[in-house]
């Protein structure tokens, strides 16, 4: 890698923004998130958390700014490999067991070398639940198994709205550790939480959200 090309941001925002009903949802934004670097989005409920997520995953379209990906515009096709998004809804079919689910991610995004469905689930807490239907699972446990695709997927930028949500203390700790290992590792992630408890990987980027 380049000094030039170590020095592009990964994601670029400029006076970023998103209206509904011709109403702004949040204030323009300006921020980069290089390779390596944890950014903390933070704000009121109701102040776009959820929506910016939405929007840097391609599921909302740019209303006003521009998005930019390694240096060029963003092109969600073009990256849709890249980006991983973990929302409230945590993309599981409810029928299909752990490992069935992280079977088809697979078969859409591709894995990590070495990384099997089942190390996932193993590293994740869910030994002995992987056949399990999702349905059966504690609401803890879904969590978990949804976490399981971060290990999973080669993503080079995760976007994770309340990555601690009905989590316990171990969960938070284990969301901690895949934070840590995935910007250690040259990620990047941007998540949207009151807080990052116990994060040991740095001071993260603040990214704060106004109406």
């Not at 989005?41 to 102040?47: A, T």
């Not at 978990?144 to 976007?159: D, I, K």
């Not at 203390?169 to 408890?197: D, K, P, W």
Request: proline share 5%; hydrophobic share 40%.
């Amino acid at each position: 890698m380049t000094a030039a090309s170590a020095a592009t941001p990964l994601l670029e925002a400029h006076r970023l923004s998103f209206h509904r009903q011709d109403e702004p949802v949040f204030a323009p934004l300006d921020f980069r998130l290089h390779a390596g670097e944890l950014a903390l989005v933070e704000g009121d409920n109701g102040s776009g958390k959820t929506t910016l997520l939405r929007l840097l995953a391609g599921l909302l379209h740019v209303s006003e700014g521009e998005l930019r990906w390694r240096g060029a515009p963003l092109q969600r096709d073009a990256c849709a490999n890249e980006i991983l998004f973990l929302g409230h809804q945590l993309g599981q079919k409810h029928e299909l067991s752990p490992r069935e689910n992280l079977a088809f991610a697979a078969g859409l995004h591709g894995c990590r070398a070495g990384v099997t469905p089942d190390a996932a689930l193993g590293e994740v807490g869910l030994r002995g639940y992987e056949d399990e239907p999702v349905r059966r699972l504690s609401a803890g446990q879904k969590k978990r198994a949804a976490l399981a695709r971060l290990l999973l997927q080669p993503a080079a930028l995760w976007l994770l709205d309340e990555p601690y949500a009905n989590l316990d203390r171990q969960g938070i700790a284990l969301v901690n550790r895949l934070l840590e290992r995935h910007v250690a590792e040259g990620g990047a992630a941007l998540a949207s939480s009151h807080g990052v408890a116990g994060f040991h990987g740095g001071e993260p980027q603040r990214i704060r959200m106004h109406g």
